[in-house]
């Protein structure tokens, strides 16, 4: 197996093949004016998605329900953390209503944790997700969704409305857990994607790299993944939000994501996405 180079220092300084294009063009700007209008959060802004312009100039966007405040606090996330205000029951007819006008082809949806519904928020992405077929019967639908916590009954109602696949990422290797989802559990996170496989639905997962793992690390979570029912697999680098956030141990090169693209696939994954920046959502279309 290659050797392949990473840069590894203190202070790392980004490389030229993180280069991200500004967000621009007349799609870009329709795509924002819907967003606006219809007061919709995007897990693009809230992120602080290097591809957002790329997506979003292509007419896609990845919407995000159930608020922009989080109940969990990983030490990775630009999503903002407290306690969230009460959400909005007229949320699902809003983002249904905009993907009907953009006239998306494969919408992704996902969510803040909300931890504090005793439903983990399912009944509203139910409700999204029938409306959204309701209004657009021929979009598809990707589902990103978050920790349950192990409430199996709530995850049944968050993944029955009618969506084609759905997405629960893992992030990180088992080792960089308390690290980096500290209100997080590698093992409950792999049960939530065995259930769901279970439930006959279309399942994938995203890893972040550039955290400190190793390679063994990261096969290993391929393992876990594949042996728990995990069909989509994204990996992606990791980049520092802000300086409040954790960060960055190494830029990984573009020759290593495309080593473990290829063994990911020989372990048994349908399809993976593997780049500096690749997201959960980038190029979700192809993950059907």
């Excluded at 300084?13 to 007061?39: M, N, Q």
């Excluded at 998306?104 to 409306?131: C, M, P």
């Excluded at 309701?134 to 639908?141: A, G, L, M, N």
Aim: charged share 30%; net charge neutral; with cysteine.
């Amino acid at each position: 197996m290659l050797d392949l180079p990473i840069i590894s220092d203190p202070k790392p300084k980004k490389p030229s093949w993180l280069r991200v294009k500004l967000p621009i063009g007349e799609e870009y700007k329709k795509v924002r004016k819907l967003v606006d209008d219809y007061k919709l959060h995007t897990i693009c802004q809230s992120g602080n998605c290097p591809n957002m312009g790329e997506c979003w100039g292509a007419g896609t966007a990845t919407f995000m329900i159930l608020g922009n405040v989080c109940t969990r606090s990983c030490s990775f996330c630009a999503v903002k953390t407290g306690r969230p205000p009460e959400y909005d029951t007229d949320e699902p007819e809003r983002v249904a209503e905009a993907i009907k006008l953009m006239q998306v082809k494969h919408a992704v949806i996902t969510s803040v944790n909300r931890d504090e519904l005793k439903d983990r928020g399912a009944e509203i992405w139910y409700q999204t997700v029938v409306a959204v077929k309701r209004d657009s019967p021929t979009t598809t639908i990707e589902t990103l969704i978050p920790d349950v916590k192990g409430n199996w009954e709530a995850l049944e109602r968050m993944i029955s409305g009618g969506q084609e696949v759905v997405s629960h990422n893992m992030e990180t290797v088992e080792d960089l857990y308390r690290k980096v989802r500290p209100q997080g559990k590698y093992v409950r996170s792999l049960e939530e994607i065995k259930r769901i496989k279970d439930f006959g639905k279309r399942t994938k997962s995203g890893v972040m790299v550039g955290l400190g793992e190793t390679d063994d690390q990261m096969y290993k979570i391929m393992d876990d993944l594949v042996e728990n029912g995990c069909d989509v697999l994204t990996i992606g680098q990791y980049l520092q939000p802000t300086k409040m956030h954790l960060a960055v141990d190494s830029f990984v090169h573009p020759d290593k994501f495309a080593e473990y693209k290829e063994i990911g696939l020989s372990k048994g994954f349908d399809y993976v996405e593997s780049g500096p920046l690749v997201r959960s959502s980038y190029h979700a279309e192809r993950h059907l």
